[in-house]
Structure formats: C-alpha cells, structure tokens
C-alpha cells in the first residue's frame, strides 16, 4: 500500500524534537502533515549512551494489505 522514510531526533531527555520526511512511495502516501499529525513518542535514554547525546534516528516503515487466502 505504502512505503515512507524520515528521520526523529530525540533529545538528551528521551523526549521527540522533529520528525522529517525523507520519502514516500507512492509519492503522495505520507507527507510531513500527516507525519506531523502522528503521536509524540517519548523514549527512554539507552544505557549505551551514559551521556544522554542527543540522536537522529532514520525509521522505514511499510504499510501492506493483508490478504484472506481462506
């Protein structure tokens, strides 16, 4: 049905800063206003990041039609 591509930045507290729309197939099937729309995560820092740095995260994400094979 749809695929699309952006990145989150999370700051040092594990709260979301943006989300940026990198692409969409098709090209009309998510844009950054319905990305915008989407709820605010809040993250938990990782144990790997003793120092809380702030992180840019790239998310690919696929939207497919389940089908009934029954």
Not at 15 to 31: A, K
Not at 32 to 55: C, G, R
């Amino acid at each position: 049905m749809g695929k699309a591509s952006f990145f989150i930045t999370i700051d040092s507290n594990g709260t979301l800063v943006s989300r940026e729309l990198i692409d969409s197939i098709p090209n009309d099937w998510m844009t950054q206003k319905i990305l915008d729309k989407m709820p605010i995560q809040q993250y938990k820092p990782s144990i790997t990041n003793p120092t809380k740095i702030p992180v840019k995260v790239k998310i690919n994400s696929e939207l497919k039609a389940l089908v009934d094979i029954t």
